[in-house]
């Protein structure tokens, strides 16, 4: 079974071969996703993106806890998930480029 956040976002477990975990587990990731399309189809604009927003930062909160290349990014360019809750701000976050993940090797992957 497929754990969610407190916003209802998907935790996939942590496994050495993703795919495999993500296709072993699809029939329950596509029910909590279809449930949460349930939830949130009627939302207004300000609704869905005030949505979006806490599962951004909840997402950046575990690559800074987990990922040390993600959080090597972050202080680089002076960055916290704190500083980039609001969608003005997530503009500062730089794009991550096919060489960034050739270089990064397993310090781009989260550890948990």
């Known amino acids: 079974m497929i754990t969610t956040s407190q916003q209802g976002l998907p935790i996939l477990p942590v496994s050495s071969n993703p795919a495999k975990t993500f296709f072993?587990?699809?029939?329950?990731?596509?029910?909590?996703?279809?449930?949460?399309?349930?939830?949130?189809?009627?939302?207004?604009?300000?609704?869905?993106?005030?949505l979006q927003l806490k599962q951004l930062s909840e997402l950046l909160h575990h690559a800074e806890k987990y990922s040390p290349w993600?959080?090597?990014?972050?202080?680089?360019?002076?960055?916290?998930?704190?500083?980039?809750?609001?969608?003005n701000t997530f503009c500062r976050l730089p794009t991550m480029t096919k060489r960034d993940i050739q270089i990064a090797?397993?310090?781009?992957?989260?550890?948990?």
């Open 24 to 50: 072993t587990n699809r029939t329950d990731f596509i029910a909590i996703l279809r449930k949460q399309l349930l939830e949130t189809q009627w939302f207004s604009m300000d609704e869905c993106v005030d």
């Open 70 to 87: 993600f959080r090597e990014l972050l202080v680089k360019h002076g960055l916290t998930p704190r500083k980039l809750s609001d969608s």
């Open 105 to 112: 090797g397993d310090s781009l992957f989260c550890k948990q």
